[in-house]
Every structure is written in C-alpha cells, then in structure tokens.
C-alpha cells in the first residue's frame, strides 16, 4: 500500500472499516485524482481478507473499461479479463442488459465485490424511478453483492432522479458521501494540476442582417449579447473559422510553451461534431500542427487513442471519446468547442487536463468560450462542487441571457469574472491581429469576429 497516495491510503481505510457495518460504500474524488487505483486497492485488501472471491467492474464507456482493466490487473497481479483463472472482468454498463442468466448467476454463488465507475449515469432508488441501468444495479446487485463501491467525479444529476446506490439526508435531500476528495485538496497534494480556465470573449462582433435586401450591420459588445440579442447560435460561433482559429492559435501557443519544459504534452480540441472536428484538423494544420482526430466513425479509434497516450504526437480531436474517465495524462491543454454547456460535462473535461505525471506539470490550461453558462461553470469551479448540485431536486440555473437586460448582462459577466475568489488575469489581442472571416447562414446575415478578441484567465491554486 505503500505506493498509494495519501487519499487513497485514507479512502481505502475507510471502505474497510465502513463495510464492517455497511456493505455498500459512496466515494467522491475529483476527476484525475485516481478512483480506479484506490478501488483496485480496495479489492486487494478485501481478496487478502477472505472476504470477497470475485470482482465485477462496470463503467460508461468502452475506454474507461479498458483502463479499469488494466489498473486492476497491475495491482492485483491477475488476470482481469472474464476468462478462466481471473479474478473478474469489467465491463460496460449498456452491456449489463445482455448478460446471460449464467452472469447473473455468479453474484448469487460467489461473494462478489461490485466497482461502479461514474455512478450518476446509474439513477434510481426504486424501479420507478430508475433509468435502465440503475433497475439492474437494484435487481441484481444491490442486495446480492458482497460489498459495493460506488465512485463519481462529478456526483450529481441534471433531471431529478437519484443516483443508485447513493444516500441522501432527509429532508434537504442532499446527498451523502462515505468519501470526498476535492479539486482544492488535490492541487494542494499535488496530485492534481491547477487549472487555468481561459475565457474568450470578443468585443466587437459586427453581424450583418439583410432585412428587406437591405443590410443592418449591428456591433455586438460581447458573445453573451450576440447570443441573446441576434439570431446567432452557440452553435454559428464554434464553427466560424475565426473563432476556430482564435482558440485552437490560443491553445497552441500555450502547449508550444510547456513543450519547452515537457516534450511529450498533449493537447486536446473537443469538437461538436465530425463536420467540425474536420475543420479544427484542417485548422491545426494550416498552422503546421500534426494532428489525430476520432470520432465514433473513425476506424480502431480506441487502438488510435491507446497509441496517442502512450506517445508523443501534439495534438488530438476528439467527437465524444475523450471526455468521461478516459486517462491520457500528457493531455495539459483543452479546447472545449463543443456545443455541450452541461456542468456535467464541462468538469469531465476539465477533469482530462488535471492529472499530473510529474513534478513539472503543476499546471492546465482550459479555453472555453464567454457563453454564460460557461462563464458560472468557471466560476463554480472555485468552490469545486456547490452544494445545490449534489441536491435530489436539482435543477437547472437560468441562463442570464433569457432573464437579464444587455447592461445586466454585461454586469453580471464582469462580477463573474472580476469576483472569482482566487485570481484572475487580464490581457488583450495584439492590435496587429486584423484578418478578417465571416460567417454566412442562410444567407440571412454576416458575422465578422476577428478584430475584437480578449480572453481573461480564471486561476484556481
């Protein structure tokens, strides 16, 4: 044990000794602090005990899978793999619903340790309110397991079921951790990177609308007031080349400048679609960058990924397979494109630029655009993770530009920022940067970005 962090160390000693009154076991660490190495830890001790004979792993996606499997085949010295002769397999939950009754058999004849990996993607306490992977965790393994684990990053839910497996007070209906490890006590340990959030804003978005065949060309101070006030999309900014072009030169500069000091950092461009991922390569390439793009279409997209971890290439683009538990820890710059404005997802991103490999790499860097609600997300990551979002009743903030005023827009954009309780920075484009791109829609009107960018960086130590 003595290669565990001292989370870790902490949290496996506190599973076993909750077990001795509870067999089920809820741990909140922060993304990139190493869940599955402490799970693993668990089910090493719990196998030294007599206590369990099997361990089943489940998890979201086909990438976490993949790492679980590995991490729990290192540190228990066996095959993990479901064949004969290994201590158990992992798997993904869509694949619980094909399970032969012969599986299911297994937790009935053996004392079995369940992992569940990502847990909220699991609801429900009760089959009526359960999603369907939730009704198979309450079914089959609930009650018939030896002992659960249950591990989130980001514990919470955007509609109002509960999480299986997870507890929470009455009558606040908050939820309640066995465990909790944080983004500021891993920065402090240094086990995670401290990030650097990057906002992009433009201040001088000229949009211009064809009424009647007559042009009105209307000067925009802000993305937020473009976005309420014209009938621009969230969506018509992350694929105008301009601003394509700003955030992936932004992204580059700054890995170009780690590189420096650690050749092998990555850089990763989360992209809204295949279309748009195309263009960020065709981007990154016009500006002399090689770069690896996958996508649920691209042909051995997990070999392609496992070879980009395990290598020194630059940068990725990534359609939906980077995001959730999916561990490369060179990535150390984030792009996110991606027209995805869930605080789920945002922190799971976030989260693939935070786990640090070495004394060096102490820093991530994270460009997102001045959309509001990315602007509360990174405001909120300041406090690591609200109380209102691990609530049963949780819903969703209101989005300042469907209940604000332009100057209350501007206002409260500026508090955003200018409040944040750690530390922000401030600098502008050079003026020299004048190359103008335009963005065309139905041929109903014509947004020009590129003479009016500023970022502000939000700084959590």
Not at 60 to 78: A, H, K, W, Y
Not at 145 to 166: C, E, H, N, Q, Y
Not at 175 to 195: H, M, N, Q, T, W
Not at 317 to 343: K, N
């Amino acid at each position: 044990m003595t290669d565990l962090r001292v989370w870790q160390d902490a949290c496996v000693s506190a599973a076993l000794e909750h077990y001795q009154v509870s067999s089920h076991f809820f741990c909140q660490a922060t993304p990139g602090a190493g869940k599955s190495r402490m799970a693993a830890a668990v089910a090493s001790r719990l196998l030294q005990a007599d206590l369990i004979d099997l361990v089943l792993c489940f998890a979201p996606s086909c990438q976490v899978v993949d790492g679980l499997q590995r991490t729990f085949s290192t540190v228990l010295g066996r095959r993990f793999d479901g064949r004969l002769g290994s201590l158990g397999i992992a798997s993904t939950y869509q694949a619980m619903d094909y399970r032969e009754a012969s599986f299911w058999q297994l937790v009935e004849d053996y004392r079995v340790f369940a992992v569940f990996d990502e847990i909220h993607h699991c609801a429900g306490h009760d089959p009526l309110l359960s999603n369907a992977w939730g009704q198979v965790i309450l079914q089959r393994l609930q009650d018939q397991a030896a002992f659960t684990l249950a591990l989130s990053g980001t514990p919470w839910r955007s509609d109002d079921r509960a999480i299986a497996l997870a507890r929470y007070s009455d009558p606040e209906g908050r939820l309640i951790c066995d465990f909790r490890y944080g983004l500021k006590e891993a920065i402090a340990d240094k086990v995670c990177r401290s990030p650097r959030i990057v906002i992009i804003d433009n201040s001088a978005v000229r949009l211009t609308e064809h009424v009647d065949d007559a042009p009105i060309v209307t000067v925009y101070p802000s993305i937020a007031q473009l976005l309420n006030e014209s009938p621009v999309t969230f969506e018509d900014l992350l694929i105008h080349h301009d601003m394509v072009e700003k955030v992936v030169d932004l992204g580059r500069s700054r890995l170009d400048e780690i590189r420096c000091k650690i050749p092998d950092a990555g850089g990763l461009v989360v992209a809204t679609n295949i279309r748009h991922a195309h263009q960020i390569a065709e981007v990154l390439r016009s500006q002399g960058e090689e770069c690896l793009v996958v996508t649920t279409r691209t042909p051995g997209a997990q070999h392609l990924i496992n070879d980009f971890r395990e290598g020194r290439g630059k940068w990725i683009v990534a359609v939906g397979m980077i995001s959730e538990g999916t561990d490369i820890p060179r990535l150390q710059v984030c792009c996110y494109l991606s027209r995805i404005r869930t605080e789920l997802h945002y922190r799971q991103v976030l989260g693939r630029v935070l786990r640090r490999t070495g004394s060096e790499d102490c820093q991530a860097w994270f460009y997102v655009l001045a959309e509001p609600s990315l602007l509360e997300f990174s405001q909120r990551v300041a406090d690591d993770l609200p109380d209102d979002l691990a609530v049963l009743d949780y819903t969703q903030l209101l989005r300042l530009d469907d209940f604000c005023s332009a100057s209350e827009q501007e206002a409260a954009i500026e508090k955003a920022v200018t409040s944040f309780d750690l530390h922000v920075d401030q600098f502008s484009t050079p003026a020299e940067e004048t190359v103008v791109g335009a963005l065309e829609v139905d041929s109903l009107f014509r947004m020009e970005l590129s003479s009016g960018f500023r970022t502000e960086i939000l700084s959590v130590y």
